[in-house]
């Protein structure tokens, strides 16, 4: 069993920064790929950023520039850095690992974590 456990979430305002982080925690061989979503209200979820075991990252096009996504490999521990925010960032913020239990390959969600750009 894999828990993802999300943090940093809140209010802040337009412009400003946040940083959002996502440790994981359980029995599991590697965690090849973990990455950011989000859902606004009325939404459907969206893909944010993601990284690999590799330190390959990809990003939104909205997000590029101004979010970064890092991680502690040691910790299994994933970080979104969010710069020069928007309202329309607002949304709950999930995170998501690709986990390898043995053979297998297991996609896992965290509970969500909300995030308020007020203007």
């Known amino acids: 069993q894999v828990h993802l456990v999300e943090s940093g979430g809140g209010t802040v305002q337009s412009g400003g920064s946040m940083r959002l982080s996502c440790a994981a925690s359980?029995?599991?061989?590697?965690?090849?790929?973990m990455g950011w979503y989000r859902q606004a209200p009325g939404k459907q979820r969206e893909f944010v950023a993601l990284?690999?075991?590799?330190?390959?990252?990809n990003y939104t096009d909205s997000v590029k520039g101004r979010f970064t996504i890092s991680k502690d490999n040691a910790k299994d521990t994933v970080y979104l850095q969010m710069n020069s925010l928007k309202s329309e960032d607002t949304a709950v913020y999930y995170c998501?690992?690709?986990?390898?239990?043995?053979?297998?390959?297991?996609?896992?969600w965290g509970q969500g974590t909300p995030v308020t750009v007020s203007s």
């Open positions: 359980g029995r599991y061989f590697s965690i090849p790929v």
């Open positions: 998501n690992a690709v986990v390898r239990g043995g053979a297998n390959l297991n996609s896992v």
């Open positions: 990284i690999s075991g590799g330190m390959n990252t």
